[in-house]
């Protein structure tokens, strides 16, 4: 069973702060992968005085502690996902939505890269570019 992330801040030395556990709690109630000002500003109505340098110091955090994915999707800044399942990602150059993809098998790609390169791989992300169906229409 997955560690509480209140136990898992605490083992690691970390204070539990309520703007922790609504900036984790924020990541884990969306789909959206969202950017850390984004965060900030759904926040900031319940936390007022938190400040975006908290926000990213926390999102820091819950990265090295294996809680969450930083995602670097080519935009000015890094998107965030709680969901720590094996999936890649895709994004769309017109609206910029960024959506899972589960189910796709990379296996064998990774196994071509580890055979060319002789690297032992520690982790991968995958991320793809195209259109969006709604901006498709709409275009």
Known sequence: MKKNV????????????PQR???????LST????????IYNKLL???P???LATVYKTLETLSNLNLIQVLNLGE???RYDADMSTHHHIRCLKCDKVEDL??????????EVTDKTNYTLQRQQFYFFG??????KSH
């Not at 209140?6 to 702060?17: I, N, P, Q, S």
């Not at 259109?131 to 498709?136: F, I, M």
């Open 76 to 78: 000015d800044s890094f």
């Open 21 to 27: 556990i609504a900036i984790y709690n924020a990541l």
């Open 6 to 17: 209140t136990t898992l801040l605490r083992d690691k030395g970390f204070k539990v702060t």
């Open 31 to 38: 789909k959206e992968h969202p950017k850390a000002e984004t």
């Open 49 to 51: 005085t938190m400040s």
């Open 45 to 47: 109505p319940l936390y």
């Open 131 to 136: 259109v969006c169906p709604n901006c498709q």
């Open 102 to 111: 589960h189910g796709i098998d990379a296996q064998t790609f990774i196994n």
